[in-house]
């Protein structure tokens, strides 16, 4: 099972779907919804001084643990922040963009390491 932490659907296309249409159903392989509360990489501040802030990175907000046989889908940052410790996070991979270059969806979904 694959659930979507994303605030956006993801839709899933084939190989062969070229850019350029606004037809969303054209080569659509699968949409994943968004599930209700999406994952986001949390930011805790250090401090700083008076032009710049220092912010660690890495925490996860709003990711379930993992769970035999569930992939999510969350952000690039998120899945990179965790890429170490979290082998179940996949990551919309080879973008698929309309006339007007807007990102509608992907051609897989990529795990990285």
Do not use: K, W
């Amino acid at each position: 099972m694959i659930l979507n932490l994303t605030p956006h659907p993801i839709r899933l296309y084939g190989p062969d779907r070229v850019d350029g249409s606004d037809d969303l159903t054209e080569g659509l392989v699968e949409t994943f919804p968004p599930e209700a509360t999406p994952a986001r990489l949390a930011m805790v501040e250090l401090g700083g001084g008076v032009h710049f802030e220092m912010v660690e990175y890495g925490h996860a907000e709003n990711l379930p643990p993992r769970r035999d046989g569930v992939q999510y889908i969350v952000s690039l940052v998120v899945a990179l922040a965790l890429a170490d410790r979290r082998p179940d996070l996949l990551v919309p991979y080879r973008e698929v963009r309309n006339s007007s270059g807007t990102v509608i969806g992907c051609r897989s979904l990529a795990q990285p390491v």
